[in-house]
């Protein structure tokens, strides 16, 4: 009790002098939150090193006050603080991530637009920028890019950029530029921007192979989530040739998807939308797109557009600022048990079931042929009456997103395909000449 007391007692100067300081700093609120993250106590003493680094030292309590003896001449002089243990090396993953990003991150930019709204779509929803309000004359909003070559082209996400009257790229040392829209890709959600400056400083960040990725390989994220700039996160592959809901409406047949999309854990959020996906290499393996979550954060599942469709939209973009996709038009969808035993087939059958036929599209002057009457193929009633795709130009057709897969990344407008099919329980081969698709329909 005796020691508790001689760590309250004070002066009595010393403690007037002590209210009146704190006092005083009660009213600035920068003391305020210092304090809250490193409070004072002023019944103890400064905090000493813990006892294990100060060998032969007294583990007790250290709290309060101790007697000073009037003679220290048979005391050792106390002991001196030491320093702290030195940091561990780094270890291998740790390095690595550090290298990745002293590597890329000076190549990834933040992009802030602002967007009037009478560009905006009439839904607009939120894939990464902020959902802006129709009342104001603008929008703001923000994403992420990273340095595509050494003319300045950055590429980003078009839904970054679609509308934008004004776009501002910073870099991580903090440069800013102006820049312009060279290309929007709706279908693909990408775009290509070039800054209006010299950016020859700044190395454009390789794009991998991403037909060669693997679900468990390493996936790192930078970008500018929530406005924080130069963010690294990190995961895996999680899952590979996803189909993602894509920007362009195609009317009463909904809207088009984006194919062989990459899924990763990794945590994307608002503002990493256009930022590069990257594997240990540092090297592009997409572009981060999209996540799927209930509250317009992280929840363990994003995608993003991968590299080789970066390769095949990237340069068309820069030279003519636009590219065109293939067009077929009809929908399907994956065989399951129902509609196998609906359509008497196999159970080991796979393919695309055709529901509907576009009137006038390739699919329709090729002959292909779709469900006799509309219906869910989930419910009890199956619609009957469609071909069953099974191939593409001999390439296997397990489900409808293998064929829509396909077309995107395979294909162009003019090309003509051969669609192998089972009807009536017969195979046979159908051909079709593919036009572009459709522009969105407002």
Aim: glycine fraction near 10%.
């Amino acid at each position: 009790m005796k020691g508790f007391f001689r760590g309250c007692v004070f002066p009595v100067a010393l403690l007037v002098l002590l209210v009146v300081v704190v006092g005083l700093a009660m009213f600035n609120p920068l003391q305020i939150i210092r304090s809250e993250l490193n409070p004072v106590t002023l019944n103890q003493p400064p905090a000493q090193p813990p006892a294990a680094l100060q060998p032969g030292s007294n583990t007790g309590s250290g709290n309060a006050a101790q007697v000073v003896p009037d003679d220290l001449s048979n005391n050792p002089a106390p002991a001196q603080p030491q320093q702290g243990a030195p940091v561990a090396p780094p270890d291998s993953e740790t390095q690595l991530l550090r290298t990745v990003y002293q590597r890329v991150n000076p190549s990834v930019v933040s992009i802030n637009v602002r967007i009037p709204t009478a560009n905006l779509p009439p839904a607009s929803s939120d894939n990464g920028p902020d959902g802006p309000s129709l009342q104001q004359p603008f929008a703001f909003a923000a994403g992420s890019g990273f340095v595509y070559d050494t003319a300045g082209d950055i590429v980003t996400n078009a839904h970054v950029v679609e509308g934008a009257d004004q776009v501002e790229v910073t870099f991580s040392d903090q440069t800013m530029m102006r820049a312009k829209v060279v290309g929007i890709d709706l279908d693909a959600d990408l775009a290509v921007i070039k800054v209006q400056g010299d950016a020859s400083k700044y190395k454009p960040v390789p794009l991998a192979d991403s037909d060669a990725l693997q679900v468990g390989d390493r996936a790192i994220a930078i970008g500018n989530p929530f406005e924080r700039a130069g963010t690294m996160t990190q995961g895996i592959v999680s899952g590979l040739h996803r189909t993602v809901q894509g920007l362009v409406t195609t009317g009463n047949q909904g809207s088009f998807s984006i194919p062989d999309a990459i899924q990763t854990d990794a945590a994307l959020n608002p503002g990493n939308s256009g930022g590069p996906l990257l594997d240990g290499n540092g090297n592009v393996i997409g572009v981060n797109e999209q996540i799927e979550s209930q509250v317009q954060q992280s929840s363990g599942v994003s995608f993003a557009i991968p590299s080789n469709l970066i390769k095949l939209v990237a340069p068309g973009l820069i030279k003519n600022g636009s590219v065109q996709h293939s067009f077929l038009g009809i929908s399907a969808v994956a065989l399951n048990l129902d509609i196998d035993d609906t359509l008497k087939v196999s159970e080991s059958t796979r393919g695309a079931y055709v529901i509907t036929v576009q009137p006038g599209s390739p699919a329709e002057k090729g002959g292909l042929k779709g469900a006799a009457q509309n219906g869910n193929p989930s419910s009890q009633t199956v619609p009957t009456g469609g071909d069953i795709i099974i191939g593409v130009d001999k390439q296997p057709v397990q489900n409808f997103d293998d064929l829509t897969t396909y077309l995107f990344m395979h294909t162009s407008p003019g090309q003509t395909v051969t669609l192998t099919v089972l009807r009536n329980g017969k195979q046979q081969d159908i051909q079709a000449t593919l036009v572009p698709r459709p522009r969105p329909t407002q």
